[in-house]
C-alpha cells in the first residue's frame, strides 16, 4: 500500500523549476530517513537526494549536485525536492521513500511516483 503522497510533477521548459512534495502524514513510524529516486522502465532505479532527519545531513546524487536541495516542512509530516534548472534528461518518474529502524528491523514507506517532463 502506497503511505507517502507525491504530488507536484508535471511539465516544465528547460531551465526551469519544479518542487515536489512528499505527504507523510500516513506513516506509521518515526521517519529517520527520506530520499528522493526516480527510474525509467528498464534502468536501474537512481538515488537523488537523501536526507538523515536526525542529523539533518543531505547527500545528493553527482548528477543532481547544486541543482536539487531535499528538505523538510518544520510544521507538518512533508518533505520536498525543490529542483531547479531542470534539463530533458531529468524527464522521468520521481519517487518519495522514507525508513526507519523500529526494534532492529527495517521499516519503509513509498509512494506512488510523479511524473516530471521536460521539454520546450
Known amino acids: 500500500e502506497e503511505q507517502l503522497v507525491e504530488s507536484g510533477g508535471g511539465w516544465v521548459q528547460p531551465g526551469g523549476s519544479l518542487r515536489l512534495s512528499c505527504d507523510a502524514s500516513?506513516?506509521?513510524?518515526?521517519?529517520?530517513?527520506v530520499d528522493w529516486t526516480r527510474q525509467t522502465s528498464g534502468q536501474a532505479r537512481e538515488l537523488l537526494a537523501h536526507l538523515n532527519i536526525g542529523s539533518g545531513s543531505a547527500t545528493y546524487g553527482d548528477s543532481v549536485k547544486g541543482r536539487f536541495t531535499i528538505s523538510k516542512d518544520n510544521a507538518k509530516n512533508t518533505f520536498y525536492l525543490q529542483m531547479n534548472n531542470l534539463q530533458p534528461e531529468d524527464t522521468n518518474v520521481y519517487y518519495c521513500?522514507?525508513?526507519?529502524?523500529?526494534?532492529?528491523?527495517?521499516?519503509?514507506?513509498w509512494g506512488q511516483g510523479t511524473q516530471v517532463t521536460v521539454s520546450s
Open positions: 521513500g522514507a525508513a526507519a529502524f523500529v526494534r532492529g528491523e527495517l521499516r519503509q514507506a
Open positions: 500516513g506513516v506509521t513510524f518515526s521517519i529517520e530517513a
